[in-house]
């Protein structure tokens, strides 16, 4: 474990922002090429994606309001959870 103030990083959250759907880059238009591992995942198919853009909808009103970035949320959100958090 890496040290740190709090003794170690007890928790790296994988891929925070979600495969690239953070990125405001996917929508349900996007085409993942063969052997993207996207293409398998459930949140980008069918009635989860439209879900999730709805929640990305959102998001994108609270990223005008603090003039960032989506990314800059997404990273935010994690650090603000716990100390010890530490996304990879």
Do not use: C, H
């Amino acid at each position: 474990m890496f040290k740190s103030q709090y003794n170690y990083i007890d928790f790296g959250p994988f891929n925070p922002l979600g495969n690239g759907f953070l990125t405001g880059t996917i929508n349900k238009d996007t085409k993942f090429g063969k052997g993207d591992i996207r293409s398998m995942l459930t949140r980008f198919l069918g009635e989860n994606m439209y879900t999730n853009q709805i929640l990305l909808n959102l998001t994108r009103k609270l990223v005008e309001d603090k003039n960032v970035t989506l990314v800059q949320i997404a990273l935010a959100w994690i650090f603000a959870q716990k100390p010890w958090m530490v996304p990879i």
